[in-house]
């Protein structure tokens, strides 16, 4: 008879039968949640909206201070995310020249600096395009603005930067595709030359939106090669919600996993298009099949190192903080089922085709409730077991509320 279980089973002389084994299974979850960090992005505690206006919120942070300070609360109580994502133009607008004041909250608060985002779109000179612009002024003013970031960067010892190009047209015929290519590869290149050790070029794609017709890197083809084009430092950077509906995205993955080319991973989830939803909120079961890529990957090969995940949400209805911890622990209980899936029994029915017991092995694992295995590593690891529930009893979004509501009733809700 067929379990999903596999080596978490354990024969049971009696009746012939096997049973699950609790310590192969607790061990199995702990091991894979010791290694799982995901970063958070600092514009995810700011206020955001929808394209026809924002949505303030009392306890939305406003200043770069504030988002630190919200990145470490989430850290103090998930223990998950030592990094926080930075955006040149929200977090930095003097650009280098902020380093000193990133590294001293760095010190203050515990939270390193993670990956560097270049500003591409929100600037009247890009109305165009940034690196792929017509006009030879107005790429070298964004190429340079890479470079800035590559050396903002080095400064803070980030390894990241992460590039998502917005560039694009409207209409057919408006724009050469084949120069803007040309274009876009040189300025890679020249980035890519820019790199110290230990940093990465991320290269992120998205088939529509801000622009409609066509956007200049619309899909993992066009950054691959232009990853491969600017040299072995750049990677394809993945972002859930920047595909077609229907698209396999954890065929994508095993491709690029293939061909040692993911360099990493933005993660949210939608309905319809770029929807910057909690992670696992609509689809589980998609986060769960491109966590068995990644696990496949660590299993068959032991020096594979994970590639660099990070959360790309914006949450306007929700609370920020909650939200953000809630999509944690979202990725840890779907990346802890990914990890109960045997590997080697499931390659055995895999290659004798015994399809529906594959299939078997294969969702059993996403079935299981790991919720409080998740919640007994997060105690052996000194945190509460219930991240959510800590907040709540921490008052922290009470105290942020009282000291920010003033500041934020103060912010325009508009985008006139
Ligand atoms: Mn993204």
């Known amino acids: 008879m067929f379990h999903w279980c596999g080596d978490l089973c354990t024969s049971d002389s009696v009746d012939n039968e096997e049973t699950v084994n609790p310590e192969a299974i607790r061990s199995r979850i702990f091991a894979a949640l010791d290694s799982f960090h995901i970063e958070i992005p600092s514009w995810g505690f700011a206020n955001t909206g929808t394209r026809f206006g924002k949505f303030i919120q009392s306890a939305a942070a406003t200043t770069i201070e504030e988002k630190f300070a919200d990145a470490a609360e989430v850290n103090r109580l998930t223990g998950a995310t030592p990094t926080v994502a930075l955006h040149v133009l929200w977090d930095m607008p003097n650009g280098i020249a902020d ?9 203050a608060t515990g939270v390193r600096a993670g990956s560097i985002n270049p500003n591409m779109f929100q600037e009247a000179d890009y109305k165009f395009g940034s690196l792929c612009n017509p006009s030879a002024e107005v790429r070298s003013k964004a190429t340079q603005h890479m470079l800035d970031s590559v050396a903002i960067g080095k400064a803070l010892g980030s390894a990241e930067v992460s590039l ?39 290269v992120e794609y998205k088939p529509f939106e801000p622009a409609f017709y066509h956007t200049d890197i619309g899909d993992w083809g066009m950054a ?39 360099g990493g991973f ?17 689809d589980p079961y998609q986060i769960f099949r491109i966590f068995h890529e990644l696990l496949y990957q660590q299993h068959s090969s032991s020096d594979a190192a994970l590639p660099a ?14 939200a953000m911890i809630q999509t944690v622990m979202t990725a840890q209980e779907l990346y802890a089922k990914a990890a109960l899936i045997d590997q080697e029994q499931l390659a055995e029915l895999q290659d004798s085709c015994r399809l529906v017991e594959a299939e078997e092995c294969f969702r059993g694992a996403f079935w299981q409730d790991v919720r409080p295995l998740v919640g007994e590593w997060r105690e052996a690891r000194g945190l509460a077991a219930s991240p959510l529930e800590a907040l709540r009893q921490s008052g ?18 508009s985008y006139a």
Do not use: C
């Open 99 to 107: 380093v000193p004041a990133i590294e001293a909250l760095v010190k």
């Open 164 to 202: 998502w190009l917005s560039d694009g047209s409207n209409y057919p015929g408006t724009q050469s595709m084949r120069r803007r290519i040309g274009w876009l590869q040189e300025a890679l290149q020249t980035t890519h030359d820019a790199l110290a050790p230990g940093q990465t070029l991320l």
């Open 224 to 262: 691959l090669e232009l990853a491969r084009g600017a040299g072995p430092h750049a990677k394809v950077l993945v972002d859930t919600g920047h595909h077609f509906l229907g698209t396999n995205i954890e065929q994508i993955v095993a491709w690029l996993l293939q061909v040692g080319a993911l």
């Open 266 to 282: 933005h993660f949210n989830d939608r309905k319809y298009a770029d929807d910057d939803l909690t992670l696992g909120s609509i």
């Open 309 to 322: 995940f990070m959360i790309d949400q914006s949450h306007n209805l929700k609370g920020k903080v909650e």
């Open 396 to 413: 922290y979004v009470e105290q942020i509320t009282t000291e920010r509501k003033d500041k934020n009733a103060r912010a325009g809700s």
